[in-house]
């Protein structure tokens, strides 16, 4: 923030003395990038090669022609009416996770929220994708495996120059053993899929029963591998930050909570939400949506310039890299009035129109915007609702909470809480 302030909404710098990079929380040269030019800026090596060598070849890390076709292929088991059927899978986890941390509680008077709503998030989607999968060690070593390779990813965007050393030392080989491994009880568990009979209603359901327009055919093992990986990679530790945050957030408004019981209340008494209460929950929507404006996981994005381009006077020569950063762009004095103010009433519907195009783009823009968008709006609303049933949570650590941005942004020490 202090560059904006400094520089204004967009500057260059160069790496090295070589490359070319622009960081940028122009709305404006955010929308070229990433829709009204897409075509000349593709994703960059972090995406496409080293988070792929591990996490493999799907929706998030491709490109081209192999990305459009699985894109359109996956993309109507993601439209909201077709996520109905995981409202109930999502209520059994979360109700599940609840009566954990209630016993956790029981033992230890202070938990740290982040790694809670780590395991919250990663049992979300593990059971949204294999809902009738459900051996603890099973998940425990894909959970395990998958924040491995997480962790060895972060470690590169952190450390490049260590990059030869890494490979010297033999962790290169590791990671690509913990990533076979993943990927082979991944197979399993497809494998059992094939071998049941009816229908589960879950992501996995989806996967197999899609078919590509042109010859009918659904996607191979591998592929169904590969995708199913990346909405682990692409949808845990997001989820998981961005319902941190808003724990965080909510501790220190009390007055925020109180509006959301009184919805509850009033649109669900003391049923379970179902997928048709969502829309009506609509307070509680506006608190996902401003948490996630304050503190959105996906904090910058990249791409790369394919050849030389212009916006508005800026030069982008080929090659140049350039970093829309999205957590600029949500506290723009400009755009957002007292931006660092926590305040849900500025998502009311009536001032929605009033905003500009990209200035509000948590989960990015254009065409490869977040293909689980609505997926994750529905987990926060089912996770904030469930536990303010049971219980809230009072902040122990506030002068510790420092926001960390790595590949998302998350708090470096937790986020710690009592039970209240
Ligand atoms: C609060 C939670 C989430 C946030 C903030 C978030 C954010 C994002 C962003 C910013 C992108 C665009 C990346 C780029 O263009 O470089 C993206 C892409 C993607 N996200 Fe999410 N995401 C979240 C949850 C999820 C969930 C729950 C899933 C799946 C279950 C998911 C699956 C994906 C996939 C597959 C892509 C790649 C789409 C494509 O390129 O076609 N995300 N996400």
């Given at each position: 923030m202090e560059g904006i302030a400094e520089y204004g909404p967009t500057y260059a710098s160069y790496l090295g003395g070589a490359e070319r990079i622009i960081y940028t929380a122009d709305p404006g040269l955010i929308q070229y990038v990433?829709?009204?030019?897409?075509?000349n800026f593709g994703k960059s090596r972090l995406q496409t090669k080293v988070l792929s060598r591990f996490a493999g070849k799907g929706l998030l890390t491709v490109e081209g022609d192999y990305w459009r076709q699985q894109r359109r292929l996956i993309q109507p088991g993601f439209h909201k009416e077709k996520l109905s059927g995981l409202v109930k899978i999502m209520l059994s986890v979360i109700d599940e996770q609840l009566d954990l941390l209630e016993a956790k509680f029981e033992k230890q008077s202070v938990v740290n929220i982040s790694e809670e709503m780590m395991e919250m998030a990663f049992q979300i989607v593990a059971r949204s994708l294999?809902?009738?999968?459900?051996e603890a060690q099973d998940l425990r070593d894909l959970s395990d495996n998958i924040t491995d390779i997480q962790r060895f990813v972060i470690k590169q965007v952190r450390q490049p120059f260590k990059i030869p050393w890494y490979y010297l030392s033999g962790q290169f080989r590791s990671a690509d053993q913990t990533a076979v491994h993943t990927k082979k009880i991944l197979q399993e568990f497809i494998d059992f899929r094939r071998s049941e009979t009816g229908e589960h209603h879950d992501l996995l359901d989806m996967l197999l029963s899609a078919r590509y327009e042109d010859t009918g055919e659904g996607m191979t093992d591998t592929q169904l591998v590969d995708e199913s990986l990346i909405f682990f990679s692409a949808g845990h530790e997001t989820s998981a930050n961005a319902l941190a945050w808003t724990w965080y957030l909510l501790a220190q408004h009390p007055e925020v909570i109180t509006k959301i019981k009184a919805e509850i209340n009033d649109v669900l008494g003391d049923r379970p939400p179902g997928f048709m209460d969502l829309p009506n929950l609509s307070y509680t929507m506006q608190v996902v949506q401003e948490s996630l404006r304050l503190y959105p996981p996906a904090w910058i994005m990249d791409r790369i310039a394919l050849s030389d381009d212009e916006y508005e006077g800026v030069k982008i020569p080929k090659g140049t890299m350039i970093f829309p950063f999205i957590y600029g762009v949500h506290r723009l004095p400009g755009y957002w009035e007292n931006p660092d103010e926590f305040n849900?009433?500025?998502?009311d519907k009536s001032k929605m129109k009033e905003r500009p195009a990209f200035s509000y783009l948590p989960f990015g823009g254009?065409?490869?915007?977040?293909?689980g968008v609505n997926f994750a709006y529905m987990e926060m609303q089912l996770v904030l609702i469930q536990t303010l049933r049971r219980m809230s949570f009072q902040l122990v650590n506030k002068e510790d909470v420092i926001p960390q941005p790595l590949i998302t942004l998350r708090a470096a020490k937790g986020i710690k809480m009592r039970k209240v």
């Amino acid at each position: 923030m202090e560059g904006i302030a400094e520089y204004g909404p967009t500057y260059a710098s160069y790496l090295g003395g070589a490359e070319r990079i622009i960081y940028t929380a122009d709305p404006g040269l955010i929308q070229y990038v990433l829709q009204k030019n897409q075509k000349n800026f593709g994703k960059s090596r972090l995406q496409t090669k080293v988070l792929s060598r591990f996490a493999g070849k799907g929706l998030l890390t491709v490109e081209g022609d192999y990305w459009r076709q699985q894109r359109r292929l996956i993309q109507p088991g993601f439209h909201k009416e077709k996520l109905s059927g995981l409202v109930k899978i999502m209520l059994s986890v979360i109700d599940e996770q609840l009566d954990l941390l209630e016993a956790k509680f029981e033992k230890q008077s202070v938990v740290n929220i982040s790694e809670e709503m780590m395991e919250m998030a990663f049992q979300i989607v593990a059971r949204s994708l294999f809902s009738t999968h459900t051996e603890a060690q099973d998940l425990r070593d894909l959970s395990d495996n998958i924040t491995d390779i997480q962790r060895f990813v972060i470690k590169q965007v952190r450390q490049p120059f260590k990059i030869p050393w890494y490979y010297l030392s033999g962790q290169f080989r590791s990671a690509d053993q913990t990533a076979v491994h993943t990927k082979k009880i991944l197979q399993e568990f497809i494998d059992f899929r094939r071998s049941e009979t009816g229908e589960h209603h879950d992501l996995l359901d989806m996967l197999l029963s899609a078919r590509y327009e042109d010859t009918g055919e659904g996607m191979t093992d591998t592929q169904l591998v590969d995708e199913s990986l990346i909405f682990f990679s692409a949808g845990h530790e997001t989820s998981a930050n961005a319902l941190a945050w808003t724990w965080y957030l909510l501790a220190q408004h009390p007055e925020v909570i109180t509006k959301i019981k009184a919805e509850i209340n009033d649109v669900l008494g003391d049923r379970p939400p179902g997928f048709m209460d969502l829309p009506n929950l609509s307070y509680t929507m506006q608190v996902v949506q401003e948490s996630l404006r304050l503190y959105p996981p996906a904090w910058i994005m990249d791409r790369i310039a394919l050849s030389d381009d212009e916006y508005e006077g800026v030069k982008i020569p080929k090659g140049t890299m350039i970093f829309p950063f999205i957590y600029g762009v949500h506290r723009l004095p400009g755009y957002w009035e007292n931006p660092d103010e926590f305040n849900p009433d500025r998502f009311d519907k009536s001032k929605m129109k009033e905003r500009p195009a990209f200035s509000y783009l948590p989960f990015g823009g254009g065409p490869r915007m977040c293909i689980g968008v609505n997926f994750a709006y529905m987990e926060m609303q089912l996770v904030l609702i469930q536990t303010l049933r049971r219980m809230s949570f009072q902040l122990v650590n506030k002068e510790d909470v420092i926001p960390q941005p790595l590949i998302t942004l998350r708090a470096a020490k937790g986020i710690k809480m009592r039970k209240v």
